[in-house]
């Protein structure tokens, strides 16, 4: 599996995680992949570069966290190309206890919103952003809100109450990170 981001520090110490977890050799070299996209409204090409190196097998089960969009998701448009999208199943009841996993999602996905940590969900049903949310509450005690973006769910933010809480989970984590550090400008309300 290649893991990609447009972050090189982020790229390297995720390698050096998945080296340390047994998820990747440290031989992998990490390569630099060049996109051009083109603006609908505008027509202009722009060129990107991103990062990424490659596991040694599946080991973050992509298949069990991405699916392709099909006509029960709430933004399908028939004849659309195929586009994958996340999938929040209850596997992940038991595949995202630790701390670590919690970090690399808000790394990955995360933002701050309203002084509170949001997770972007993607183009998921409704009834897949409440497993998440039942994740987040059994797992790691978090309680959570569903965000809308006209009338569909885009993410959840971790109640302002449970903030302290996730800074404790994840903070020396994203630390590690210096590029990351920015995710943590969050108000600690117990301190």
Known sequence: MDIEQSDLGYV?????KCVELGLSNASSKISTVFRKRT?????????TASYRFTTLSKCWQFDSFYVYKSGGDPTYQEGEAPRRRKRFTRELLELFKDPLTLAV???DDGSVAGNSPYFATGECPLNEVEILQEVFLKNFGLNTNVRF???????????RADCDKFLDL???????????TYK???TRYNS
């Open 12 to 16: 390297q110490w995720k390698k050096y």
């Open 170 to 180: 994840v903070e020396d984590i994203v630390k590690e990170v210096p590029s990351m």
């Open 149 to 159: 973006s006209e009338r569909l769910p885009v993410g959840i933010t971790i109640i």
């Open 105 to 107: 999602f808000y790394m």
């Open 39 to 47: 603006d609908k409204k505008t027509g202009i090409v722009t060129s």
């Open 184 to 186: 943590l400008n969050i």
